[in-house]
Structure formats: C-alpha cells, structure tokens
C-alpha cells in the first residue's frame, strides 16, 4: 500500500462516542475495516497479533449479553488483553462513582475503555476525564454506534449499498439508542428512513433528525428495502406507554401479513435480545429467507474488531499503524 492510501484509511478520531457527526467517508473507513475481519471470524484459526500488548476494558454499567460478549471476542481475536468489569446499576451512584471508577481504571494505562451506562452523556464524559481511547457500548437512549455500525455492514454486505434504500425503523423508538444512532448513520449515508411507532414511543421533534413518522405498519412498510424491529424496552418505561402487549403486538407487532407490504425481498433486522411475540412473530423471526438477525449478531463481531483496532492503533494519538 502506497504511504498516501495508508494515511487515507486512518479513523481521525480518538474516540468512538457516536454516529452523528461522523462523514460519509468516515463510516466508510469503519465498515471497509470491519468487512475485512469477516472473513478473519470464519477461519478455524481466527487470532491475529495485532493488538498484542494492548489493554482493553469492558466497563458495562448495564446488562448486556451481545455486545460484551462480541467486544470481548473481538480484542481476544486481534490478539489483546481484554478485562470485563460489570458494575451492578444498583451500586452506582451516578456522577461521582463513575468518574472515581474512570480514575482508577486510568491509573492502570488502559489503551481502550469500552463503556456502556444507562445515563445519555455518560461515556462522553468519561471520555474527557481519561487518557486513552473510548467507545460508547450504549449510553442510554442517546447512541449505540458500533450496533448502527453493524447493522450497516450487514445491510451492505446484502444489498451492495446503503444509498438509495428505505428502511423502516419500527416500535420503541422513544427509548432506543439503536434507532438513534441508525437514523445518523443511514441518512448520512443517502438512505432514506421511516419511523413507525405509536404516538406514546415516538420522540418529540423526531422529524427534525430527517425522518418520516409514521403511526400505522402498513403504511410505514410499505415498499420498504429494510424492516428494523426495536425491542419494547419495558425497563426504561416509567408510567403507562401502552395500553397491552396483545394490543402493541396486533397494531406493531412484525407478522406475515404486516410484511406483506414491504417489498418482495425486504430484509428483517433485529438488534436483540427479542421479545418473540410482542414485536415480531416467532417465525417471522426465524424466517431463513428473509430475517438477517443472526448475521447482524456475526458482523457485530468485525465491526469492534475494526472500531478497537482503528482507535488502539491511531498514530495521530501514538497508536503504532499497522495492517
Ligand atoms: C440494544 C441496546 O442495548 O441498546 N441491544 C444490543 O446492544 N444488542 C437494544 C436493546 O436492548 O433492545
């Protein structure tokens, strides 16, 4: 590779805290680095060296099983030292326990904190308050970038491109760092996207982030490349959203007749954990044919290996460049 390219595919950011903001050309850099961990996850020997020497900690203040797990995979394979710290939500006492926490995990000269917090803004501010690289695993409703990311492999590794699709993202929007940080990312990247959620778990003002709302499935469906079903998130509801889950699943819920509306060959995406029967229709979820949620889990994996080794390995911040 000419010096020039190498310098070209460098991410110029210390840390990975969202989608929104990032350049067209930047989620590039990010999904072309993911796409070549792939075919690195499908061999029998998947580890590389890449990351020897590095230290990465998992710092998850909420339940997570997929995303720990695939960042946990995804430094093991590219050869660093990965630690998992879970911090039981019920001992934090916000602000000031996680800056304490941040300090000591500093003192030990981590090269990549991974953090997820239920607080919006939480892991932006850690970020300011240590020296290495951070990545937001999920900071409340605000950003998943990473899940945005891999959602965006998957789809382009299907349909050769993300310009020019429609995707209908659906269900509870309100609470879902997921659907916030797919919106950035698929506008951004010349898709267009539809919301489609009752009244009561659409954001207020969504339409300024350059959607279209919906409040009825066919509709929203209709034609559509791509059907993004959001998990009712029951934990971050405090009061009455819903009248019952029988009457969200009949109105919202992803069936055969509701997909019927979308176009022939649409793809159905899922992030997890599902709740079968209340969003989405166990077959329709397992459908062979049409559902990509297992893949989406597969590309999960490349896409922390590409995010941890762009930031770990990031000259502009004394990362040696490599591969
Ligand atoms: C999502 C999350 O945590 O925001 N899950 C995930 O990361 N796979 C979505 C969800 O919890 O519903």
């Known amino acids: 590779m000419a010096k ?9 950011h210390r840390h990975l805290l969202g989608i929104e903001g990032l350049s067209p050309e930047e989620i590039s850099i990010l999904l072309d680095r993911s796409e070549s961990y792939v075919e690195q996850n499908r061999r029998t020997d998947k580890t590389t060296l890449l990351l020897h020497g590095r230290t990465i900690i998992n710092l998850f203040f909420e339940d997570s099983t997929r995303t720990r797990t695939s960042f946990e995979l995804a430094g093991k394979r590219l050869g660093g030292d990965i630690i998992n710290m879970s911090v039981a939500t019920s001992s934090v006492k916000k602000g000031e326990t996680l800056m304490d926490t941040a300090m000591t995990l500093n003192a ?10 239920p607080h919006s803004g939480a892991v932006k501010l850690l970020s300011e ?24 492999l998957t789809i382009r590794r299907r349909r050769g491109a993300l310009s020019g699709l429609l995707v209908a993202i659906c269900g509870d ?3 879902s760092r997921v659907a916030r940080s797919n919106i950035h990312l698929l506008n951004t990247m010349g898709a267009r996207v539809r919301l489609i959620a009752p009244k009561s778990l659409i954001p207020a003002a969504v339409e300024r982030l350059g959607v279209e709302v919906f409040h009825n499935m066919a509709d929203g469906i209709r034609d559509c490349d791509i059907v993004m079903m959001l998990r009712l998130q029951r934990e971050r ?19 055969y007749e509701k997909l019927s509306h979308a176009k022939e060959d649409a793809l159905i995406m899922h992030p997890g954990p599902m709740n079968r029967g209340v969003e989405i229709d166990t077959d329709v979820a397992d459908d ?3 559902s990509v949620i297992r893949e989406q889990v597969e590309m999960g994996v490349a896409v922390r290996m590409a995010v941890l080794a762009l930031l ?12």
Do not use: W
Request: with cysteine; proline share 6%.
């Open 4 to 12: 020039g390219d190498k310098d070209k595919v460098q991410f110029p």
């Open 108 to 117: 030990m000269h981590p090269d990549v904190l991974v953090v997820r917090h």
């Open 173 to 175: 929007i309100r609470h």
């Open 129 to 152: 308050k240590v020296n290495c690289a951070v990545i937001n695993a999920g900071d409340g409703a605000h950003e998943h970038p990473t899940q945005a990311l891999l959602d965006a």
């Open 312 to 323: 770990a390995l990031n000259p502009e911040y004394g990362g040696k460049v490599d591969g």
């Open 288 to 290: 062979v044919g049409r």
């Open 237 to 255: 509801m405090s009061g009455n959203f819903l009248p019952s889950i029988r009457e969200y699943f009949h109105f919202f819920g992803l069936d």
